[in-house]
Structure formats: C-alpha cells, structure tokens
C-alpha cells in the first residue's frame, strides 16, 4: 500500500464532505511533529498525545514533552491543537525489550515498541472518542513504515477505532521537519530514546 497516497485520499474525502475529524496523534518529540502538525492541522481538530515509556532517562523525557508543549503553543494551526501525556513508565519498555536488548535498531525490539506505544495510543483515541489516531513515527527515515501501519491497523481492530494510515517522510516530510526544527529552535536529539538507541548513536559518534 502506498500509504501517502492512502492519506491523501482520506483527506480529500473530508474535503468533500466539509468534515473536521478528531484525531489523536501519538507523537514522539517536537521535531517530527512539527511537519506533521502544520500538515494535518488543516484537516483535523488534534490532540497530541505524548506516550513514550522508550525513553530511559526522566530529564530527557521531560525535556522532550516541554518542547512539544512550546512547539504547540508556538506554531499557527488552522484548527486547534491539545496535549495530552501518558503516564511515564519505562517498566512497561524494558519488560517488551527482554531478551532483544542487543538487537540492532530497526529490528525487533523497535516493532515491539511500536506495539506498546501504538496500542496506549489506540486506548486513549478510542476512551476519548475520537475518530482517527495514528503517530509521528513514520517521519523518521530509520523507521519502518510499513510495520507501523500494520500494527496501527491492528491495534486500530482491537481497539475498535480507525487508524489513519501515514507516512510522513513522503513529499519531503522529514526536510521540512528540519527546516521548521531550525524556525523555533527546537532541541533535536540524536537518538530515538531508549537506552539501546543513545549507546548506538554514542557508538556511532566515537566511530
């Protein structure tokens, strides 16, 4: 499926209709919003839902949700935009990432944590009875889309709510996300967020 194309037919779709759907939108850290906020804002009323249990250290967490609270109230969107935050439980990663902790990223490990964080996100669209979730994930060139839209359909099925198939890298998506990162000086980190993540990236680096 050529999931860029999905979402432009859906969007069009609501065009026609004079729809504005809610959408809960699982959203990763400031940066990858940015071009996915400035471009479903035009189509949705979004609440950004920030569930990421990946991310070891508290400091960093925090730092990476007060950045898309700033990010939020920063940025014009046609229709408004809401936080939301999960709860932060890094317990909930570590158990799913047992006996794939040396697994290299893009692998196994990351589908799972997909999965957890997916599926917390189907949970909160659908108790808060919104029509669509999806997420920022798939901006990111080291993320597989594929596998995230197929684990958003599922858990789209199990939680009995749509998922809004994405991918966000397509038409210069993560460009732009760099580009808007630069216009409000966003904190750009330099790993996804787990503790497997930063020790590959400080690796890389040394490299």
Do not use: W
Request: a neutral charge; one cysteine or more; hydrophobic letters at 30%.
């Amino acid at each position: 499926m050529n999931y860029q194309k999905e979402l432009e037919k859906r969007l069009a779709e609501f065009e026609e209709q004079g729809r504005v759907p809610t959408l809960l939108l699982h959203c990763c850290c400031a940066p990858c919003s940015s071009y996915v906020l400035e471009y479903l804002t035009d189509h949705f009323r979004i609440t950004a839902f920030f569930y990421n249990p990946n991310i070891g250290e508290k400091a960093e967490y925090e730092k990476r949700a007060n950045e898309l609270k700033r990010l939020i109230s920063e940025q014009p969107h046609r229709y408004p935009v809401t936080f939301s935050e999960g709860a932060y439980e890094p317990e909930r990663f570590y158990d799913i990432a047992k006996g794939y902790e040396d697994v290299p990223e893009g692998g196994e490990r990351c589908f799972r944590c997909y999965r957890l964080r997916l599926a917390e996100a189907a949970d909160a669209a659908k108790a808060g009875g919104f029509d669509y979730f999806t997420t920022t994930l798939s901006i990111s060139p080291l993320k597989n889309a594929q596998k995230l839209n197929e684990t958003g359909a599922e858990e789209a099925e199990r939680a009995g709510i749509p998922y809004l198939y994405s991918d966000f890298k397509k038409k210069e998506g993560y460009k732009r996300s760099i580009v808007l990162s630069q216009t409000y000086g966003l904190y750009r980190q330099n790993y996804c967020g787990c503790v497997y993540s930063r020790r590959a990236a400080e690796n890389n680096t040394k490299k």
